[in-house]
Each structure stands twice: as C-alpha cells, then as structure tokens.
C-alpha cells in the first residue's frame, strides 16, 4: 500500500515535466522525483509512451521505468474502474477511459493523485466516495 507522501502521477503532470515546462505540474512531479515519492501505473505507462516524442524523451521514460514505484492495474482495480464509469455516467459524466482507470488504481492503492487535467475534477470526488 501507499505511503502518505508517495502520488501516482498522471501522465498529464509526467508531460509537464518530461517536457521540461516551467509549470506548476511539472516543478510538483520534478520535487515528487527528488523524493522518491513518484508512482506511476500500467496505464500511464501506455498513455507516455504512446505519446513519446523523439530520441531524448525516450531515453528519459526507459531511465524514469527503471526508477518510479509500478502499482498494478490489478482485478480490483479494473472493478473500481468499472464502479467509477458507471458513477460518472450516473452523474452525466462521460469521460476518458484511460482517466477513470488512472483514477481507480489511485484510489485502489490508497494513494494521492498528481494530476493537471480537469476530467479530474470530476472523476475524483466520486472516485472518494466508492
């Protein structure tokens, strides 16, 4: 299980700072790095390296997998992902996929989510309440 300080990153803060932008986002995964506090799962790894541009951004990811605690899209994940689409659609959400199970594996490793994408906003208080 997570630890209080350690956050999943999403890959919308990963970009930020993979990037190199002078964010808010990108400063917050750059300091979670420092600390040893970064996380990531499966589904952000697809989302990265879907979007991967060029040589050095490439390298960047293959040194980052080698380094940033993996938590699994496991069974009970995908069942909270389930549960949170269909909360979301209940309450007239229809929202990215790759977020809810983002989301899901956040909530399901009892961990904070490092995130600069609105969906989140929307996802994550009924993501508390499952």
Known sequence: MGTALMRLVDASSWIEFLRGRTSEAGLRVKALLAKGDAAWCEMTLVELWNGARGQPEKRA??????????????????????????????????????????????????????????????????????
């Open 61 to 130: 990811l293959a040194d980052l997998e080698r380094e940033v605690t993996l938590y699994p899209v496991n069974e009970q994940v995908w069942a909270l992902a389930c549960s949170l689409a269909r909360a979301c659609r209940e309450n007239g959400f229809t929202l990215p996929s790759t977020d809810i199970v983002v989301a899901a594996c956040a909530r399901g490793s009892n961990l904070e989510l490092e995130h600069c994408d609105k969906h989140f906003e929307k996802i994550l208080p009924l993501a508390a309440k499952i």
